[in-house]
């Protein structure tokens, strides 16, 4: 990950470009809630986001679903 090619943004704007409620945002970063969290930077009680990187777009393309309900998982 290049920080030069990422954006860091707190969970109130990744809920804004991922269109969904900041509560999802903040549930699906819980450790305790999933066993996928959102790849997130911790900065004491302050939770932030690489918009950008390698490793939240991996994350989000993991969370793909076709049309039929079948998970769709990407060749590695």
């Known amino acids: 990950m290049r920080i030069e090619e990422t954006e860091v943004i ?8 991922l269109n969904v409620p900041e509560t999802w945002v903040r549930s699906r970063s819980n450790l305790k809630r999933t066993n996928d969290p959102i ?3 911790r900065f004491g009680r302050h939770v932030r986001f690489s918009w950008g990187s390698d490793i939240l777009r991996e994350w989000l393309e993991r969370q793909l679903v076709s049309t039929n309900g079948q998970v769709i998982r990407r060749k590695q």
């Not at 707190?10 to 470009?17: G, P």
């Open 10 to 17: 707190d969970s109130s704007e990744l809920a804004k470009r």
């Open 39 to 41: 790849p997130h930077l």
